[in-house]
């Protein structure tokens, strides 16, 4: 016998104010006319309408819409994906002219058909945006791409700015709700990314709210740093459909502003923390931190040696 899952109500810090000025739209008829997915779309981001309409940035979803994992906190479509695009690389490179973008996020859907996960789109992407925008940030956000060393190699060799993967969940909770991917593989992940480029600021993002403890959540800071991992994002997870998991709890901003000050004394130097925050959310922002806070060690660094 099964029991019927109680639905918490959500609160009023909750609420989202929607901006459909011309910014908005004008990016909206940008990525329909390039043929271009975007994960603010796709996954249902509860700041498109900030992000689009008043910060004019925006997240590229590359290697096309469709995704080989089924995990049960995403309302990404999942099943057979199309072939390759490979012009798509070129139209991301093209659309980041047109926005006219200071930082541009490129994250991908996971690509477990693929050998080597995407990474050589995703590379090339990375050098598309770089030769048509040379002053454009670039930020990646892939899956695991199984956790081949030449597939992470082949991405981080393209050098992009940040190098983002999320772990999403604590360790106990990963089996029930990331399909096929794996706690420690995703760690790894992050390390080898740190190890190839160690100039690259390396970042993941955590959702609160599906059943996890306090102390579960300083396990996962304590890993990322144990990895190295210079950012870490952490925001409220909301269901995006009846079919997916139920949210257990709803943090309010004063939880969210304790971890924040959990995380930042744990050594990252830079943490975005609060109800509606998302991987790459004020992402512009966060690589400007994570440069400060890389230049202020140096600094500190050159004056011990010459004190």
């Not at 970042?203 to 609160?208: G, H, R, T």
């Not at 909301?238 to 309010?252: A, D, E, M, N």
């Not at 509606?276 to 922002?285: N, Q």
Request: hydrophobic share 35%.
């Amino acid at each position: 016998m099964t029991t019927k899952q109680t639905h918490i109500r959500k609160p009023d810090w909750l609420k989202i104010r929607l901006n459909t000025n011309e910014n908005y739209k004008g990016l909206k008829k940008i990525m329909r006319e390039n043929n271009l997915n975007t994960v603010c779309e796709e996954a249902k981001c509860p700041n498109i309408h900030e992000c689009w309409g008043t910060r004019r940035t925006a997240t590229f979803m590359i290697l096309g819409a469709i995704c080989t994992r089924a995990c049960r906190f995403c309302a990404v479509k999942t099943g057979l994906p199309n072939e390759l695009d490979l012009g798509e690389p070129e139209r991301v490179a093209d659309s980041v002219v047109l926005m006219n973008l200071k930082h541009v996020v490129v994250t991908a859907v996971a690509r477990d058909d693929l050998k080597d996960g995407g990474a050589a789109v995703f590379a090339e992407t990375v050098r598309a945006i770089r030769r048509k925008n040379p002053f454009t940030t670039i930020e990646v956000l892939p899956s695991d791409m199984g956790g081949i060393e030449g597939n992470i190699q082949m991405l981080m060799d393209a050098k992009p700015d940040i190098l983002n993967h999320n772990i999403e969940t604590v360790r106990r909770l990963t089996p029930r709700v990331r399909a096929r991917a794996k706690y420690d593989r995703s760690l790894e992940l992050l390390r080898r990314s740190k190890e190839l480029q160690p100039d690259i600021p390396t970042k993941s993002s955590l959702m609160v709210g599906l059943g996890e403890t306090k102390e579960e959540i300083i396990e996962v800071m304590d890993d990322l740093r144990a990895n190295n991992v210079d950012i870490m994002t952490i925001g409220q997870y909301l269901q995006p459909s009846k079919k997916h998991l139920v949210v257990q709890k709803y943090y309010s901003p004063l939880e969210f502003g304790e971890l924040r000050k959990i995380a930042m004394s744990k050594g990252f130097s830079h943490c975005e923390a609060g109800p509606l925050v998302r991987s790459s959310y004020h992402a512009d922002e966060q690589v400007n931190a994570a440069a400060k806070e890389k230049q202020r060690i140096g600094d500190e660094q050159l004056a011990l040696k010459t004190s």
